[in-house]
């Protein structure tokens, strides 16, 4: 069974970075994206941004210049560089791929942005 895992949250101050992981249990190649999304309590996840096949990446308008999506191929790994971040960055990430017809979650990692 394909697994994605999310890790590299925490508790940060205002403007400060982090780098958050999603580890797959196989090879990103077969993935036809992987897509980072963000949810805060009581609302729906939201996008965030995305790395398709090709190596392409479109960010949502609340976080495009201060993300970046990138991916290690070798180590099955798809990175969410979170540069000048800001209280309302706060709330679970998780990372999605999409695998033929099946859409795989991780389990979410934590990110707490004091202000």
């Known amino acids: 069974q394909v697994q994605l895992m999310e890790s590299g949250g925490g508790l940060v101050q205002a403007g400060e970075s982090l780098r958050l992981s999603c580890s797959a249990s196989e090879s990103i190649f077969n993935f036809k994206f992987v897509a980072w999304y963000h949810q805060t309590p009581g609302k729906e996840r939201e996008f965030v941004g995305r790395i398709i096949a090709s190596g392409s990446t479109e960010y949502a308008d609340s976080v495009a210049g201060r993300f970046t999506i990138s991916r290690d191929m070798a180590k099955n790994a798809v990175y969410l560089q979170m540069n000048s971040l800001k209280p309302e960055d706060t709330g679970a990430y998780y990372c999605?791929?999409?695998?033929?017809?099946?859409?795989?979650w991780g389990q979410g990692t934590q990110v707490t942005v004091s202000s």
């Open positions: 999605r791929a999409a695998r033929g017809i099946l859409t795989l």
